[in-house]
């Protein structure tokens, strides 16, 4: 896979160290067990994969990349380069502005552009419709379009499929920039609707076998449906995609459950069922199934307490956060200041969306068994700065040192 030049602020010798040595004795990626980090009176066990993906890779070389090859310039980014509140600081610190935040909000006006400025398309992408007014302004998105590959492979399934005359459900989060790109590509195809989880996808079943009144479906999904979706032939030949940093359980799930909907209402079976639905399965980004079978390995070593590092807007870091709930006390935090002593910690509830003050976190026990992971979008440079944070309240932190010198 291709090596990118990502800045060294963003990089960890430890990780680095780590992650290599794991690639060696793993060139197949079958083993799912977390790495030890044994510091006598502190255990961390790090997940088998987490942090900075391709996509994520790609598009902050060619940010920084831009940055320095156009002095003068002005440089905006259409909104948050990827889900990682320090990337993004350093980027406005180059003078990097946005043009909108996260969901789709104009923070400087499309009017105030020329043609002579540079627009860097994030690694979620974006709307057929927003590139096409930049190039009316101009200004040629595919110079600077980080575009995640991974997200594009989503894309070009998707148009496959529709030429193949089935309609698309997306699984995402309505919101999301991703979610919103990808359902603007497919439907310029064919007929598409979004769902956010499984009970939508049950809602949505419910107008295919008509349990549910056509009528009450434009209401129940307003705003995620394409123009002139009819609700009473649409859904007749189907095909699922999703937002690639979904949970791929969630995904598979929710696309078992309406394959198994078009084949009990239409009477088919494993050899026709590709007459109303389409296989979709390879959709899903490789970088978030590692991250979240690695979760799921590491959850099977005794632990105490797990650590998620990322940016509290990352869908695919609270999807690792969500693993970890299920079998732990989880604390989602966005940078190493937020534990803020070994009696207190400021986490993220990802359900209300507050930061969280939480005393005692740390059980009084030796060794303290912590398991750690990071989102897609997160540095391996503030991983090794949460496990330097830990250290220091053991007064270990010079072991950290003789393993990332080993």
């Known amino acids: 896979m291709k090596q990118f030049n990502v800045p060294n602020i963003y990089r960890s010798p430890l990780i680095t160290a780590i992650k290599n040595r794991r690639k060696q004795d793993d060139k197949l990626k079958k083993d799912f067990t977390p790495t030890l980090l044994d510091l006598g009176p502190l255990h961390i066990y790090l997940a088998r994969h987490f942090g900075f993906c391709y996509g994520v890779e790609n598009a902050i070389e060619i940010a920084f990349t831009t940055v320095d090859e156009n002095p003068g310039k002005r440089i905006f980014l259409l909104s948050e380069m990827i889900h990682n509140p320090q990337v993004n600081a350093d980027l406005q610190e180059r003078g990097i502005q946005f043009l909108q935040d996260t969901y789709g909000k104009q923070i400087i006006p499309f009017e105030e552009l020329t043609a002579d400025d540079i627009v860097l398309i994030p690694a979620f992408g974006t709307t057929l ?98 123009e002139g979706f009819d609700i009473t032939k649409d859904l007749q030949r189907i095909g699922v ?67 998620v590092v990322g940016g509290y807007n990352s869908s695919n870091t609270t999807h690792l956060v969500e693993l970890c709930e299920e079998k732990l006390p989880t604390y989602f935090v966005n940078n190493d200041e937020k534990i803020l002593s070994p009696k207190e910690i400021l986490h993220y509830n990802f359900h209300t969306k507050q930061e969280i003050l939480s005393h005692d976190y740390l059980p009084a026990k030796e060794p303290l068994k912590v398991l750690i992971t990071s989102g897609a979008s997160c540095p391996d440079a503030l991983v090794e700065k949460v496990i330097r944070r830990l250290a220091g309240f053991y007064g270990v932190e010079s072991k950290v040192d003789e393993l990332a010198n080993n």
């Open 129 to 226: 419709d927003i590139e096409e007014k930049l190039n009316k302004i101009g200004i040629h998105t595919e110079k600077y379009n980080t575009t995640c590959p991974f997200v594009e492979k989503v894309w070009n399934r998707s148009e496959q499929i529709a030429k193949k005359s089935y309609s698309i459900v997306v699984h995402g989060k309505p919101k999301h920039e991703e979610t919103r790109a990808t359902f603007s590509h497919a439907a310029s195809q064919t007929p598409t609707v979004i769902v956010n989880d499984m009970q939508e996808t049950i809602d949505l079943a419910k107008y295919i076998t008509g349990e549910k009144p056509a009528d009450e479906f434009y209401e129940a999904f307003k705003g995620r449906f394409s």
């Open 241 to 307: 995609v999703n937002q690639t940093t979904q949970l791929a359980t969630d995904t598979q799930a929710i696309a078992e459950y309406l394959k198994k909907v078009m084949q009990e209402h239409y009477q088919l079976n494993e050899t026709n069922i590709g007459e109303r639905f389409a296989d979709t399965r390879d959709t899903l980004c490789y970088a978030t199934n590692d991250n979240q079978t690695a979760v799921t390995g590491m959850l099977s070593t005794p632990a105490d307490i797990a650590v």
